[in-house]
């Protein structure tokens, strides 16, 4: 967790340091999985814990995020963009409905499933399941941050707190919500979905005789993730020749 949160930090402050000698044109974006964690935004508050805050399940970390209390964890797909607002659209309003375009268009095209957004909330849900939520910080226009999509994650340790601080509605993570087959005609479409990796080749399919494999349905969404990601912000990504986050022009 504290190694990508530090490396968001350093290239937020390195692009802010250059902003007004030489704009950098180049952005990126960053997909993974934190170990068990919960990470709190900068105005959350304690009441949305059921836990004490000096004894917490997992590590407990407060960041500069907007937004309440959550989980992340393995089988959660994390994506940190890391984006000059300056060169698409400089209204946050646009940018979180612009991320959760994302979440939704990737779902439908990984798994043929319709996820939704809710009128006035922010995140992504399947029914009446949150399976996505986003907590961004923007400086300067810079932003840092993101989303992160329930893939195979672990539920119970959401119980733990009020996720996002949305005490009405429940979590759930797609892998479960494909098997309970609460969306009708999930598996036939699911069957024949197909996602672009960031060469433009369409090499991740997954059968339907893999919707229990959490590991092929965690690959095709990462993929389509990104395929969607840079459909919905006009940009070509290129993974970079060294370990690393993935850059875009």
């Known amino acids: 967790m504290r190694d990508a949160w530090n490396w968001q930090k350093l290239l937020v402050e390195g692009r802010s340091a250059t902003l007004e000698r030489k704009p950098d044109l180049v952005d990126s974006v960053a997909i993974l999985q934190h170990p068990s964690v919960y990470t709190m935004g900068t105005r959350s508050s304690e009441r949305f814990l059921h836990f004490d805050k000096q004894n917490p399940p997992f590590d407990l970390h407060q960041t500069e995020r907007g937004g309440e209390v959550t989980y992340h964890g393995p089988g959660q797909l994390v994506m940190y963009p890391i984006l000059n607002l300056r060169f698409y659209k400089m209204d946050l309003h646009w940018y979180l409905r612009s991320l959760e375009e994302v979440v939704i268009r990737a779902i439908w095209s990984a798994c043929g499933v319709r996820a939704s957004r809710i009128d006035g909330l922010t995140g992504v849900w ?16 810079i932003t840092y941050h993101g989303l992160a999509v329930n893939v195979d994650v672990d539920i119970a340790p959401f119980k733990n707190i009020v996720p996002c601080g949305i ?28 996602c672009r990796d960031t060469s433009g080749n369409y090499s991740f399919e997954i059968e339907t005789s893999k919707i229990n494999d959490a590991k092929a349905l965690l690959k095709v969404i990462h993929h389509c993730l990104m395929d969607e990601f840079s459909k919905v912000f006009e940009v070509e990504l290129v993974v970079p020749t060294l370990a690393g986050p993935v850059s875009s022009s």
Request: net charge positive; aromatic share 4%; hydrophobic share 40%.
């Open 126 to 141: 399947i029914g009446d399941q949150k399976v996505a939520a986003i907590g961004v910080r923007v400086s300067r226009w």
């Open 167 to 194: 005490a009405n509605k429940s979590v759930g993570n797609i892998i479960s919500l494909l098997e309970l087959g609460l969306t009708s005609g999930i598996q036939h479409e699911f069957s024949h979905q197909q």
